[in-house]
């Protein structure tokens, strides 16, 4: 029997091959650099484990990017909707948004407002800290009554600043900022790592978890992303085991060393896992 996730994760490349993973007419999957043969080749290996693509012109950049974040979003909301049992209140997914309207980052409306009224401060500053992820993940606080489902565990007496409780603080909080790149072919890939280091150091609260989401088929340039801590938890692949035999059946020694140890290292886990990461 195909488990529920399964068919999550079949789905979401369904909706990919609809439009945004597609071949062009000498057969080169919508992923692949033209210029290198082992790109070609992954992607080509991923795409006919995945099933059948469309043969089309391959959409501008900004439009597959676009795609691409819909579909990771989709697919965790529905994934959450799914895994609700888990949590007292349900996880929010939406693309795009700013992070000063979250409780760890709201103070930063201020800094951009005292920002704006003195150049020498705003140049100072700069602009890195006012980040728009990809996708965000939204974590509503907890009223009262459920706190206190099994008996009263707070009053009005205690736990007066904690953005959990919704009774005590409206703001909701970001769980998860997920940087989507459908491929990372050039230095703007970087920009997740940069935007992780910043959601870092910019944070009054919890840390959010700060991961990203690619569609390419070189391990080289994954490696280039995901090896290194601190800046975010982990790079999760489309299509991962598609990957991995990928590489095995058609890669060079070092491709298949690069992606074992980003496997074994914990940086690099299947879209799957990123559910199941984030639910807690």
């Known amino acids: ?85 888990l949590r007292p209140l349900p996880l929010q997914v939406r693309k795009g948004g700013g992070i000063t309207e979250f409780d760890q980052y709201d103070h930063l409306d201020d800094l951009e407002a005292i920002a704006r009224t003195n150049r020498e401060i705003a140049t100072a ?13 939204i974590r509503d606080a907890l009223s009262d009554a459920v706190i206190n489902a099994h008996g009263t565990f707070v009053d009005d007496t205690v736990a007066l600043y904690s953005p959990t409780r919704a ?8 769980h998860a900022s997920v940087s989507c790149k459908w491929t990372l072919r050039s230095d703007r890939a970087q920009n997740a790592r940069s935007e992780g280091l910043n959601l870092v150091r910019n944070r009054k609260g919890s840390l959010p978890h700060v991961v990203v989401v690619t569609g390419e088929p070189l391990p080289s340039r994954i490696a280039s992303l995901a090896l290194g801590t601190g800046d975010i938890d982990c790079v999760y692949h489309f299509a991962l085991p598609e990957l991995v035999a990928a590489v095995q059946a058609h890669g060079s020694a070092t491709h298949q060393d690069q992606l074992s140890m980003m496997i074994e290292g914990k940086r690099l886990r299947d879209i799957a896992d990123l559910p199941l990461d984030l639910i807690v």
């Open 1 to 85: 029997m195909t488990s529920g996730l399964s068919r999550l994760r079949a789905e979401f490349h369904g909706t990919l091959r609809a439009g945004t993973l597609t071949l062009n007419a000498s057969g080169v999957p919508s992923n692949a650099d033209t210029a290198s043969q082992s790109s070609k080749s992954y992607a080509r290996s991923i795409l006919d484990s995945l099933g059948e693509a469309q043969s089309m012109t391959k959409l501008p950049g900004q439009t597959m990017g676009a795609n691409f974040e819909t579909a990771c979003a989709e697919f965790l909301r529905q994934c959450f909707a799914a895994l609700a049992h």
């Open 125 to 137: 500053l700069g602009s890195d800290y006012l980040i728009k992820p990809d996708v965000v993940v």
């Open 167 to 174: 009774d005590a603080w409206a703001r909701q909080s970001l």
